[in-house]
């Protein structure tokens, strides 16, 4: 009967001590939990003092939901993301899109958003730029894009050529190149470009033109590969908020709908 008792006490008190361990009050609550961004609205840039967007927000309420509220954010450069994960400058990456290649370099989560590409040209698309095809089409267009994005690849699947590409270091650079003709169009996500074109009167969003049989390529947040704990308990609390009435309004404000979310929740779902 006492060993009975004991091995109930036992197996109680290696419960408990399980459930400290993945509880959200077992975070070190000194530690900063640090995201690095890149300035691209609507899903993360910086106004004044403050960081803002979709990303951002989507990253703080799941954060604080495991009891993460010590939070610094770190502006860099889309190309240096990857790399800092790794290095441990930080400790978390804004979504961004999931590629195999990336996925040797970091942990990714869940899949937070399914995004398809658009152009950003000058108002009235006066070259008639639908798609990295159409620009391949035309050896007197020049295309802007930014280190490290997957559009680079996608363009170039497309017979875009080098001579073609123009780079930019980030997305001020690349509008201020549209307006003065330095470059015919830039590529980027739709819903990012919408944002662009909402804020600039002389520029125009342009969705490409995809096969309905061609899934959108989705984004998630990543971490280091080591980074185990930080991983697992962000994608529990993805897959209880993401397409909740809460997730779905919070991302509304940016222009995020159900185009963009009801795929890689029904996909997280039967995970």
Partial sequence: MKQTIL?????TLIFTVMEAQNSPLNWDKNKKYRIAYVDEPPFYWTEGNLVKGADIELAKVILQAIGISNIEY??????ELLSGIQKGRWDMNVPIFVTPERAKLVAFSLPVWSLGDGFVVQRGNPKKLTSYEAVAMRSDVH????PGQVQIEKSKSAG?????IVMFNNQQELIDALLTGKIDAFAA???GNNAVANANPKLESIPHENSKDVKAPVGAFSFSKENQKLLQAVNEQLRKYLGST???TRMAKYGITETEID???SNNSSK
């Fill in 7 to 11: 091995i109930i006490f036992i197996s």
């Fill in 74 to 79: 770190h502006l860099t450069t889309f190309d």
């Fill in 143 to 146: 295309l802007g894009l930014i």
């Fill in 160 to 164: 875009v050529s080098d001579s073609q």
């Fill in 189 to 191: 996500t739709a819903v």
């Fill in 246 to 248: 809460d997730h779905r």
């Fill in 263 to 265: 795929s890689v929740v």
